[in-house]
């Protein structure tokens, strides 16, 4: 991500004159989910009137698009700090029209460097309610405490009005805060939803190398290369690679060039919403890695990170896996290969096991057991438990 990042002097007004929600999520991930939630809103709430900073997902839900958060692709602290001067202009751009248009709420969504900033600038100017405003805060798809920062939930504890998570053992980590904290279905889950693939052994393998551009142009030439290296066991192996946006898309090509020998037999598709087939995947550990663990698709897990964002993490992140899909299990049901382990030998080697015929039945029994471990029965709805809230 380059540092000559440009972002308007001021939103655009709100269309409806007023905001009764302001949506708040920076990811393509955190776009779609939040998408889904305003979806099942609008169909209670016709008259809901929504603004948002997110992407296209969340306009073609009905909210006013501010600014597409999803072009940004910035992962790390060093990416952040070599950034700085863009965040505080896109911050400050951000509070200003929230001072001038007073949206009645604001759902924050996961983006938790951004978005738990945001919420404590709130409460210090005295405009969210637990600074003695009138703007009501919820937060949806919470930040991982349960990985690193533990000691953010007291800070949350301070400033938002209500928290939803989307991992049932994560209500547990508020448990000594007053925060009220409720476990939502996860959108993967939800019956109005659908998952993105489907195991078929007859389909190619799918490569996932995320949907951050810094990300992509560390672990998509992993991914190629280690794909590569399975077709010397499997040459008729060929393989799809999903991507969320243009921009993406455009780092995909670019990367693909430097591996003239697989043009024929590496296709670039765009997310769809359809199923996907696949027989196995090679990903990285991001929210499509529990998709395709849920779908029953067997395969591993590829991660490559700035150096000194490594070693940083390595030290403050107190978990075993990467993988939700594993953490959620407590084993490996995706083997996970972490920046020096990600090589060539490994990840063809993983990639050739997914493919054999006994790997989908294991996928598809991990696939039961994190539906059984998820329980959705009886939880609400995002779209639901915020809707209460704005009642």
């Known amino acids: ?8 002097t001021a939103y655009a007004a709100p269309r409806d004159g007023t905001v009764d929600l302001l949506i708040i999520s920076g990811e393509h991930s955190g776009d779609e989910h939040a998408a889904e939630m305003l979806e099942s809103m609008h169909a209670e709430r016709p008259d809901l009137k929504v603004a948002c900073l997110g992407g296209p997902k969340l306009e073609a839900a009905g909210a006013q698009l501010l600014y597409d958060l999803t072009t940004l692709s910035v992962v790390g602290l060093f990416e952040v700090v070599k950034n700085i001067r863009f965040y505080k202009k896109l911050f400050d751009c951000t509070l200003s029209w929230i001072e001038q248009y007073q949206p009645r709420h604001i759902c924050f969504v996961d983006y938790p460097g951004f978005n738990l900033r945001l919420a404590e600038v709130l409460r210090q100017r005295g405009l969210s309610k637990k600074g003695g405003g009138s703007i009501s805060l919820s937060y949806y798809i919470g930040p991982q405490v349960w990985a690193w920062k533990a000691k953010r939930r007291f800070k949350m504890e301070e400033t938002l009005d209500r928290l939803s998570v989307i991992f049932p053992f994560e209500v547990e980590c508020y448990q000594d805060t007053s925060l009220p904290v409720a476990y939502v279905l996860h959108p993967f ?27 992509c142009q560390r672990i998509f030439p992993v991914l190629l290369a280690g794909f590569s290296e399975a077709r010397k066991l499997q040459p008729d192996l060929m393989a799809w690679v999903i991507y ?11 990367v693909l060039k430097s591996f003239p020998q697989l043009k024929s037999a590496v296709e670039l598709i765009p997310k769809s919403d359809s199923a996907i087939p696949a027989k196995a995947a090679l990903m990285s550990s991001g929210t499509m890695s529990l998709a395709v663990a849920l779908s029953g698709i067997p395969g591993a897990i590829a991660y490559r990170m700035n150096t000194w964002t490594y070693r940083l993490g390595r030290w403050v992140v107190k978990v075993p896996y990467i993988g939700i899909s594993n953490l959620l299990l407590n084993r490996s049901l995706h083997p996970e290969y972490i920046q020096g382990a990600a090589t060539v030998k490994a990840l063809g080697a993983a990639l050739s096991r997914a493919c054999e015929s006994d790997a989908a039945q294991l996928a598809s029994d991990g696939a039961n057991e994190i539906k ?15 809707l209460r809230e704005l009642a």
């Open 189 to 215: 889950l939800d019956a109005n939803s659908q998952l993105p693939f489907t195991q078929d052994p007859e389909a190619p393998v799918l490569l996932l190398p995320g949907s951050r551009i810094a990300a």
């Open 244 to 254: 969320p946006s243009k921009a993406i898309q455009e780092v995909l090509e670019t």
């Open 372 to 386: 059984k471990v998820l329980n959705p029965q009886g939880a609400p709805t995002a779209g639901e438990w915020l």
């Open 1 to 8: 991500m380059e540092s000559a990042l440009t972002i308007p």
